[in-house]
């Protein structure tokens, strides 16, 4: 009875997976792509200011342009995971929301994105939690190490520092501070990655007990998964080698065989 209840369950699991990925679905496993969008957004996230009280011209067009990239990139790792086609629309309508709030806010009151736009922020923050989640679930389905299975693993790890960077953020509307004074938010980006990689320079860090946790909770993930992952990939990658070396083998010793010699 047991061992049935663990293949319905198991059963269950898979048809759930089934419904949300698709892979047949567009775009699949294209990570090459993903990983210049989403190096594309750390860099406008880096030296853009999308939090603003005041912006000139050109700092409006660089937020909405950063905004774009970064929604783009969403779009792109999840259909490059292979999201089932219904859910890539309500994505798609997601992102698209993403933008027009955004333009609202700031053509509109000009008034700091962390309280004018938090709707926007909180959906911003599930894409971009999701994103990473949804590339590692689709690489853990690789049997073979291909280029792009690599620059798959190398977006994820870069998409944690941007749903980082989203989730600081929205701490920092909610709470009234992140940082003991007040930051534009390229800042959050620079501590973003400098947690991520552990780095820890010491210039900026966490005032509130949720941030010191979130940035605690950011570098343990960071070591984790480049420890977990990495060995995941080598182990992936040992494992093709040596199917394929048993396979020539095979096939090498089966044509030294001759046909067997009659009486």
């Avoid at 600081?168 to 534009?184: I, S």
């Avoid at 973003?192 to 570098?219: H, I, Q």
Wanted: glycine content about 10%; some cysteine; proline content about 2%.
């Amino acid at each position: 009875m047991s061992g049935s209840g663990a293949d319905e369950r198991a059963a269950a699991r898979s048809a759930r997976l089934s419904r949300a990925f698709d892979d047949r679905s567009r775009g699949l496993d294209r990570f090459g792509l993903v990983l210049a969008l989403t190096a594309c957004s750390v860099v406008g996230l880096a030296l853009v200011d999308i939090n603003g009280t005041e912006y000139t011209t050109v700092q409006q067009l660089g937020a909405l342009l950063a905004a774009a990239v970064v929604g783009l990139t969403l779009i792109t790792a999840l259909r490059a995971s292979g999201l089932a086609r219904r859910r890539q629309v309500f994505v798609d309508v997601l992102v698209l929301l993403v933008v027009v709030g955004y333009v609202f806010s700031l053509l509109g009151s000009r008034t700091p994105q962390g309280q004018a736009g938090r709707g926007v922020s909180t959906i911003l923050v599930a894409l971009s939690v999701a994103a990473p989640v949804v590339i590692v679930m689709r690489l853990v389905r690789h049997r073979d190490i291909t280029l792009q299975t690599i620059l798959g693993a190398i977006s994820a790890y870069l998409l944690i520092g941007v749903a980082y960077f989203y989730v600081y953020l929205a701490v920092g509307g909610w709470q009234g501070q992140f940082f003991a004074d007040k930051q534009p938010s390229s800042t959050y980006m620079y501590f973003s990655l400098t947690t991520l990689t552990t780095v820890g320079y010491g210039d900026f860090t966490a005032t509130t007990k949720l941030g010191r946790l979130l940035a605690n909770s950011e570098a343990v993930i960071g070591q984790v998964y480049l420890v977990t992952f990495v060995a995941f990939i080598v182990s992936l990658g040992a494992s093709a080698w040596k199917n394929r070396h048993d396979a020539e083998v095979a096939t090498g010793a089966g044509d030294d065989e001759g046909p067997s010699p009659r009486g």
